[in-house]
């Protein structure tokens, strides 16, 4: 699957750029990509590494399970899932945009405060949708 | 009461979703969404896991749990597998290269086939004789497996519970 065959350049550009911005804002992400639903991914930003296509398997496989999970406790729709760990965090933010539905997975160290990355990770997502 | 945990595998479009809807007795939870990938005709995907359940004449519960199909979900696999009492694999005879589809499986889950017993259950074989079991059989053998072989229409629930049959038989056997 090529993310052209679904998005226009200007909206990977944007979405490339929006990512960037999630990193360059210092809140200690260091690794984030959007993806489709079911897990190819469209766009990334790294400083570690990390493979974009794994990453981006793992969000759209989180975010179904966080779903699941949302509805069967009669939550209703799942927003985003954080994983909470000894080193860092990860948050997988769910988001619409032309009709398809995205996932946005940050990784975080532990360095980071979960509050400014869950920000980091909304504002992506209003961004992105509102443009 | 004893509960058992079966894994179903197999390429997207095979039948795993369908099969564990086939015999569930609760309603599945599916974790389906759209499949963008335009070389598979197919509307949905699984990206996360199927879970359903049934229980055993004897009150034992089974538990069964179905992968992604696609090789870039292979942590689901694996992660997926610990604790499993026994495979399912599910091939679709009308792809192009159904064998080298059922190695990817073997070779996927290599480590748990080492030890667990599995059954492969080949669909859409009345409209696709071929490859024919024998030709499975074969190709199992030349992985090192002798794994039974059916033939399985997955919407059918008798046939999806008769590949649960054979793998709790081999299960058995092996205590024995």
New interface residues.
């Given amino acids: 699957?090529n993310p052209s065959?679904?998005f226009s350049a200007a909206f990977l550009r944007q979405a490339a750029q929006e990512l960037q911005a999630m990193i360059d804002a210092a809140v200690g992400i260091r690794s984030a990509v959007l993806a489709?639903?079911?897990?190819?991914a469209v766009a990334s930003a790294q400083t570690d590494g990390s493979d974009s296509?794994?990453m981006?398997?793992?969000a759209?496989?989180?975010a179904?399970?966080g779903?699941?999970a949302t509805q069967?406790a009669g939550l209703g729709r799942c927003a985003s899932v954080t994983l909470n760990t000894d080193q860092g965090f990860a948050v997988v933010r769910q988001l619409r945009r032309d009709g398809?539905?995205l996932v946005m997975i940050g990784i975080s160290d532990g360095q980071a405060l979960l509050a400014q990355v869950m920000y980091q990770a909304n504002q992506f997502a209003r961004r992105l949708e509102s443009a | 009461m004893r509960e058992h945990k079966i894994i179903l595998t197999g390429t997207m479009g095979a039948g795993k979703t369908t099969a564990i809807a086939a015999v569930s007795e609760t309603p599945p939870?599916?974790?389906d969404?759209?499949?963008?990938?335009?070389s598979v005709d197919k509307a949905q995907?699984t990206?996360?896991?199927d879970y359903g359940q049934l229980t055993l004449d004897n009150g034992d519960r089974i538990r069964l749990f179905g992968t992604?199909g696609?090789e870039?979900?292979r942590?689901?696999w694996q992660a997926l597998s610990s604790g499993a009492l026994g495979l399912i694999i599910l091939t679709d005879n009308s792809r192009p290269d159904p064998l080298a589809d059922l190695r990817v499986y073997l070779d996927g889950f290599a480590t748990e086939l080492s030890t667990l017993p599995c059954v492969v259950g080949v669909g859409r074989l009345e409209s696709h004789p071929h490859p024919d079991l024998q030709a499975y059989a074969d190709a199992l053998e030349q992985a090192g497996h002798v794994f039974p072989v059916l033939p399985v229409d997955v919407r059918q629930r008798e046939d999806v519970l008769l590949l649960m049959d054979v793998l709790l038989s081999q299960l058995e056997a092996d205590l024995a």
């Fill in positions: 699957m065959d679904l489709t639903v079911d897990g190819f296509a794994r981006a398997a793992l759209s496989s989180i179904s399970i779903s699941v069967e398809h539905d | 939870i599916v974790t969404v759209v499949n963008n990938d335009r995907t990206v996360g896991f992604p696609q870039r979900f942590f689901v």
